[in-house]
């Protein structure tokens, strides 16, 4: 029995040593998952990036149906933001237009990791981050636990997360460059778990007479197309065709590792009106870098460090397959 | 026209229909064209060997001149690229067909391109390569994938390329 004990111990600690994360703080990570599907919620939180900060409201409804989430930008150009099970929904009432996106089948996204994360991804997670737990901190009047994710390269970035003590409702988190300065941050500034009635869910605008933008995804595959080198730690995990705004068809690789994600969107270049020059732009930890490739332009989404981006837009390649 | 030349094709044209078609494709027009695409295409549906000598080249033609497909209009070398694809013209391989607009037109030099530059874009100008609304389109397509989503909910989805507000009308 004490033998037992002590060698439980033991394989606890080598692990912590192996890997420098403690066991707790990966069930943490799992308990801010869990409650982010978990909880009922409403509240207002600011996103931050540079010198920007915008507000937002945010509400989560769930019942035995599954549940669904509103956003509303409060700062500057109007938008509102609606999860259902089977679309996400972005109304921009001065544009008069509804951007449509469907995710693709659900189970077969899980498979592959997403949208949630599944316990081994989190131990892949383990493999590119230092996960710990830091000291307890009070964000909007809640006792927050804080868990460190520092990344073992200068591939991504680092987090900060600050999770409830007793809900585990994620109240900030942080995305932190290789010197710790700050990226950008999503703090809750006010919040309320519980007692969202359905009705405060619903969208906004009726917006029966708005323009539709459907990204009418489906998977596809792009024989030819891929990366000459991966970038450490980020793998393939969706490939589809899909539409982007009002734009012809694009085909979407997505590369992950296990938190941070890259998209590669490939378009043919022919009947573009604009020819699209290569340049890099950014929001916060997003960098979004275009290049041409073989007649196609290549726009990478991705919110990893802008070297990263470019690492990954730089290799990509068409070869005759 | 097209569906009902697959209408006659499948017997389900009334007599006085079916003579009026047969005479449009009697003079040799697109009903035609038509009518032969959709036989060989039936044909190598069931396998048929008897694939007449142009079949590829003229399926190829077809398709690229389809306005619903998404290929750019291709030139005529390409044909060897579909042959490849016309020895199995099931349907799911004609629906293939428009995703073969993404590979590249020959002639391309997929090596070279990503070879020759690269060095110089990476320090490409930093200036945003596209419209802020543009960028925002990008930005809504890849944030359902992010795994953030999963620790974070939906939050993620405010980040966007600021824009210049139109003034209200």
Partial sequence: MMLGRALGFSAVLCAGIAQAQSPEALAWLRRIQDATHRLSYTGTFVYQNGSRSETSRITRYVDASGDIEKVEVMDGVPREIVRTRDAVRCYLPEARVVKVEHPLDRSAMAERGFPSFLPERINELAKHYDIALGPNERVAGFDCRTLTLKPKDELRYGHTLYADANSAMLLKAATLGPQGELIEQFMFTQLVIGGVSRDKVRPRHVAQSWRVEDSAAAPASFPGWGLSSELPGFRKVAELKRRVGDAGPVGQMVYSDGLAAVSVFIAPMEGRRDPAPAGLASVGAIHIYTRQVANHMVTVVGEAPAASVQRIANSVEFRRP | ?169
């Fill in chain 2, 1 to 169: 026209m097209k569906d009902r030349i697959s209408q006659l094709m499948d017997g389900e044209l009334d007599d006085r229909a079916a003579a009026e078609l047969i005479g449009r494709i009697g003079r040799g027009d697109e009903a035609l064209e038509t009518w032969r695409l959709y036989h060989l295409v039936s044909d190598s549906m069931r396998e048929s060997r008897a694939l007449s000598a142009g079949f590829s080249a003229r399926l190829a033609e077809r398709l690229a001149a389809e306005p619903t497909v998404l290929a750019p209009q291709r030139a005529r070398s390409e044909s060897r690229t579909w042959f490849a694809l016309s020895a199995a013209a099931s349907l799911a391989a004609v629906a293939l067909v428009g995703w073969l607009a993404f590979a590249p037109q020959q002639g391309a030099a997929p090596q070279l391109a990503r070879t020759a530059t690269p060095q110089v874009e990476a320090q490409a100008a930093p200036a945003p390569a596209m419209a802020p609304s543009a960028a925002n389109d990008y930005l809504l397509a890849h944030q359902g994938f992010s795994p953030r989503v999963s620790i974070q909910g939906m939050a993620p989805y405010v980040r966007t390329v600021s824009e210049q507000r139109e003034p209200r009308k």
